[in-house]
């Protein structure tokens, strides 16, 4: 009796490279993913401002995903009244426009009480060029994002104020949980991280990383929280 080995059919050259081409962009592609921007399911957060419990403003920013491309707009107007009299007053408006994981515009204008700031930065070949109405122009460092707050990676970065486009130096303390009630009167347990400068922060991120609040000490005295919608 004769055995017969069966060899099997190898992959030739063409398999092979469409095999390798495949796996780059798997790789590519799950790398693509573990880079992307912490963007919420909703593709919108919502929180009231609350003062001595009473809410005083709405701060929202909403998410508009096309392909690669990313627009976060970011709408806040806050009026304190007494006896319908107004007594302060702020609204701002930003827009960031992302490509991928990568910050290529950023626009914020700001009126607080009547002083009017702007800001503006695009990405050109020198890198990403701010101009605004507290400083000249400069090119940002590697890595910089918006002081923002949604996306927390960026409190370990250099942080470009949407108000008037300073380069914000600030020391962020590593987090601890804590305890935090949503506007439903909810309560959470979430990353707390305070941030130093003036004002100075503290931040409240769930456990899916996503913003769930803020509060600071403002210019009177008084304190402000963030409670999210």
């Avoid at 995903?65 to 701002?92: E, K, P, W």
């Amino acid at each position: 009796m004769r055995w017969h080995r069966t060899i099997p059919n190898l992959p030739g050259p063409d398999m092979l490279a469409r095999r390798a081409l495949l796996a780059t962009a798997g790789a590519a592609l799950l790398a693509q993913r573990a880079a992307a921007l912490p963007v919420p399911a909703s593709d919108s957060l919502t929180f009231r401002i609350m003062r001595f419990n009473a809410e005083i403003g709405r701060h929202a920013v909403t998410f508009d995903r096309n392909g690669d491309a990313l627009t976060v707009q970011i709408a806040m107007d806050v009026a304190v009244t007494f006896a319908g009299i107004t007594f302060a007053s702020y609204t701002h408006r930003g827009v960031e426009t992302w490509r991928g994981n990568m910050l290529v515009g950023l626009t914020g204008k700001t009126n607080n009480n009547g002083d009017r700031g702007w800001m503006d930065a695009r990405r050109t070949a020198e890198g990403l060029v701010v101009t605004g109405s507290q400083t000249a122009r400069y090119i940002a460092p590697d890595q910089s994002g918006p002081a923002s707050y949604w996306d927390k990676r960026m409190l370990h970065r250099p942080m470009i104020s949407l108000e008037d486009g300073v380069l914000l130096s600030r020391t962020v303390t590593n987090p601890h949980i804590d305890n935090i009630r949503l506007a439903s009167g909810r309560v959470i347990e979430a990353d707390r991280y305070a941030l130093s400068g003036k004002p100075g922060l503290d931040l409240w991120y769930d456990e899916t990383a996503t913003w769930a609040g803020m509060a600071m000490t403002v210019i009177d005295g008084s304190k402000v929280r963030y409670e999210r919608l």
